[in-house]
């Protein structure tokens, strides 16, 4: 991962962190980091999770309303790869393609639990969901994408939180794979448009206010 990389993905969650009001009186915001896997869907896998894995990675930056709905920005570098040979309808079955992608996100969650690593005294799981846009770089273009995606969050307080995610990335172009199928009448599961995935861990920190705690927060 380049230099010009880091700066991007650093950039973009601190551009996102002081936009935000610093509310006083509460401890609203969390900053953390996202490692996992990236994979991708499209004419030469449809269906199939994992598909040719690679190591993703990235910063998080969450902007929490309350225990229940945050608003999150996010920023990550992840790489992709497939082969023709993994499809049963690609005539040219020697077509592979690897890329890496740049990417900034803005996302919406929703806790269907509520949840707070400042005030829980014990360790609580919640389940959660989350959806918005994002813009990617790939290569020397850029692509507009939709993620959305879920997961499963534990805080053992302290103000630590893990989770665990799986995102998916819905584009509009054939950018990733380079290849646009014939049109022979099939509908593929998923369209011709690429999709790409990530599936890891996030660990985030909320960072102290320096100020009362507000109890009506906690």
């Known amino acids: 991962m380049s230099k010009n990389s880091c700066r991007v993905l650093l950039l973009v969650c601190g551009l996102f962190c002081y936009s935000l009001p610093n509310v006083q009186g509460q401890d609203r915001r969390d900053f953390g980091i996202q490692a996992g896997v990236s994979y991708y869907y499209g004419d030469f896998n449809e269906i199939m999770p994992l598909y040719s894995p690679s190591f993703a990675m990235g910063v998080v930056f969450r902007y929490n309303i309350n225990h229940s709905y945050s608003i999150r920005a996010s920023g990550i570098y992840a790489a992709v790869s497939g082969n023709s040979s993994s499809s049963d309808i690609i005539p040219d079955p020697n077509i592979s393609f ?121």
Not at 111 to 139: D, M, T
């Open 98 to 218: 690897s890329k890496t992608i740049i990417g900034a996100e803005a996302l919406g969650e929703f806790n269907f639990l509520r949840i707070n690593p400042v005030s829980e005294r014990k360790g609580k799981l919640s389940p959660y969901v989350n959806a918005g846009f994002g813009i990617a770089q790939l290569g020397s273009t850029f692509m507009i994408h939709i993620p959305f995606g879920g997961g499963l969050k534990y805080t053992p307080g302290q103000r630590h939180t893990f989770a665990l995610e799986w995102r998916l990335h819905k584009t509009f172009n054939d950018l990733i794979d380079d290849y646009r199928s014939p049109n022979d009448g099939r509908k593929p599961f998923l369209h011709n448009n690429d999709w790409f995935s990530f599936m890891g861990l996030i660990y985030t920190y909320r960072i102290p206010n320096n100020s009362y705690i507000c109890p009506a927060y906690r």
